[in-house]
């Protein structure tokens, strides 16, 4: 079983909608990361959040961690081509585990 | 912050050769992790490279086949030996504070034909 998940797999939408991403752990998590990953290179650290009920942003880019820690919604205001990618989610847990999620794959038609 | 930079970014290698991957980190970093990332897919850890001691390997992956080097804190190494088709992967490093992953390298396309 994934110890991550993300809804939804992939998502299509026209430039200028809004879109939110999940991430989703059965589990309480002690720190959780968002990634984005254009195709073919490495992955960009977007933001990281520890406290529960924490919000960061990042140009149009909002994430929230929910009170339990076992949550976490990317959501993305009036997307932009320049947004397309793969979306992944990270988190560590008790032990030093570090899993990542199983990715958002979006695309932005202009 | 830290930059990686990470070489090869891509190759085409034969079936039951090697490659090695390089990671040079502009900044002095404990630990190292190197991840594979399968067509399609999330990232799976490898190993993670402690300098100076033998590296930590995740279930599923040997030292025999993915041999890593960490010479100092700066730079490390992964090869992936005698490849087969199922190698074909994306090899990332990366480095981050508190254990956690933060800043990858570019990456490594490896086609194994």
Redesign the interface.
Known sequence: SQELEQSPQSLIVQEGKNLTINCTSSKTLY?L?W?KQKY??????LM?LQKGGEEKSHEKITAKLDEKKQQSSLHITASQPSHAGIY?C?A?RAG?Q?Y????TSLTVIP | SAV?S?KPSRDICQRGTSLTIQCQVDSQVTMMFWYRQQPG???T?IATANQGSEATYESGFVIDKFPISRPNLTFSTLTVSNMSPEDSS?Y?C?VGPQ?????????T?LSVL
Not at chain 2, 99 to 107: E, T
């Open positions: 720190g990361y990634y073919g290179e490495g992955l960009i650290f990281m992944l990270g560590d030093n570090f990542f999620g199983t990715g | 990686i990470q897919q999330s990232l850890l994306i990332l990366s254990g956690a992953p933060v800043y990858f390298g570019a990456g396309r």
